[in-house]
């Protein structure tokens, strides 16, 4: 007997890797989901995807009028790809591409949902005009990314992709993606940036992001009077791309000590050869394990996977302060930073403080110069926007009205990302009504 074909109401629960089976079944090798707000509805490219387009429309939470999903079966490599546009009225729609694992089409839709509005909040609160977007892959539905030549052919299909969205969104480095990787985009494509330096980027964007993170946390110790990092225990997760230069800002600051975790059991062995003279208390874990969040620290800093600040761990986190640099860190944005602030814990939106990334690969599309003043204002005093003056406004408004930092923090985005692109507002949405009527789907 063949396997029963999946009902419409199970296509969320697939396997992606089940789901690029059914999409092949089907004969679909490009699909998209947008939001119409004329109808104030969720258009679906297929029928057999409508149960897709249904989750989106009922979702309260991840769901915020994106303005369209695109999702293709890489035509080679048979990589599930996505680009994920939430708004452009800034300006095209940026962020990184991530490369990870998912456990069903559910938890791969409603992380690339989460991570392009999250972009739209923090280049808007970066004053970049751009919109936001992420790019998704699903690690696991193609072929195996082992052979450097089939991982490079894996991104160049991927900028392929990009060349046929014609603009409306631009990709960058995220995780699971390094410098070879944009390369191998920039190959098929110009609508990317954090290239690398030999090609006239402005390369690897983690150590960036890693200093805005430490601007945010000496924003939160100054605002709650415990002065300055010198002497402070700080809890990492995640000892990656940005946790490894994290590590080294906080030891120029002299914290006391550093707690980390990863789930590389090579990250100890590094960084203990890098720093032989810090106090370093590293582990491996297991891919989802949280459980450095109830060592006793003065910072707890979340900078590997987003929605780890949820029910089940914020009860156990020991330290006074959260600031991070992964993306989406509140599990349920609507409920978590009301759990935060009803444990005395002060919580610094990422996309209030991790913005440098981002700021690195804007400042690229118009040259790269050296310290150049339109990157180090961001890390000053100075600038009312920079991220710590931003963040102690942000702080002073929360404690003065009795809301948290995180609505305070969304409030003043979803303000700033309504803003129009001086020349170029609402481009976005035009471009993705070009490639609905000229058949981009198929």
């Known amino acids: ?101 998912y456990d069903t089409v559910e938890d791969y839709l409603r992380d690339g949902l989460r991570l392009g509005k999250g972009m739209t909040q923090k280049n808007a609160l970066a004053g970049l005009w751009w919109g936001g977007g992420k790019g998704v892959m699903a690690r696991g539905t193609g072929v195996d990314g082992a052979d450097p030549a089939v991982r490079r052919r894996v991104y160049e ?15 960058a480095e995220d995780v699971g993606t390094g410098p070879e990787d944009m390369a191998a985009i920039f190959s098929r494509t110009r609508f990317t940036t954090c290239i690398p330096e030999s090609l006239g980027g402005s390369g690897n964007p983690s150590a960036p992001t890693a200093l805005g993170v430490v601007r945010g946390m000496e924003a939160a110790l100054a605002h709650l009077g415990l002065g300055t990092l010198e002497g402070k225990t700080v809890a990492v997760q995640g000892l990656g791309h940005v946790g490894e230069p994290l590590v080294e800002y906080l030891h120029q600051r002299q914290v006391r000590r550093i707690l980390g975790s990863d789930i590389d059991p090579e990250r100890e062995r590094v960084l203990r050869k890098r720093f032989p003279d810090l106090d370093l208390d590293v582990r491996a874990v297991p891919r989802g394990d949280c459980s450095l969040f109830t060592e006793p620290a003065d910072i707890l800093s979340p900078n590997a996977t987003g929605a780890v600040l949820g029910e089940r761990t914020i009860s156990g986190i020991a330290a006074r302060i959260v600031c991070g640099a992964a993306n989406n860190q509140l599990e349920d944005p609507q409920q978590d930073d009301l759990r935060l602030k009803e ?15 981002i700021v690195n690969c804007a400042d690229e599309q118009f040259g790269t110069v050296d310290r150049d003043p339109a990157f180090l ?38 303000q700033r990302s309504l803003e129009l692109h001086p020349l170029w507002g609402h481009r976005g949405q035009e471009i993705i009504r070009s490639l609905t009527a000229g058949g981009w789907a198929g």
């Open 343 to 357: 444990r005395g814990i002060l919580y610094m939106p990422d996309f209030l403080v991790n913005r440098m990334g």
């Open 377 to 414: 204002r961001h890390l000053g005093d100075e600038w009312e926007n920079s991220i710590y003056n931003l963040s102690l406004r942000v702080l002073k408004e929360a404690e003065a009205t009795g809301r948290t930092p995180h609505r305070v923090a969304v409030a003043l985005a979803d």
């Open 157 to 171: 299909e991927y900028g392929e992709f990009m060349t046929s969205l014609r603009g409306c969104y631009v990709t």
């Open 1 to 101: 007997m063949p396997p029963r074909e999946p009902a419409l109401t199970d296509l969320a629960r697939l396997s992606p890797i089940e789901f690029r089976a059914f999409l092949e079944g089907k004969g679909i090798r490009r699909f998209y989901l947008v939001y119409d707000p004329e109808r104030r509805r969720v258009v679906a490219s297929h029928p057999e995807l409508e149960s897709l387009a249904e989750l989106l429309q009922h979702d309260t939470r991840d769901f915020d009028a994106h303005e369209g999903v695109f999702i293709q079966v890489a035509p080679e490599t048979g990589m599930l790809q996505g680009a994920f546009v939430h708004r452009t009225c800034r300006g095209q729609a940026a962020g990184g591409v991530r490369f990870w694992t």
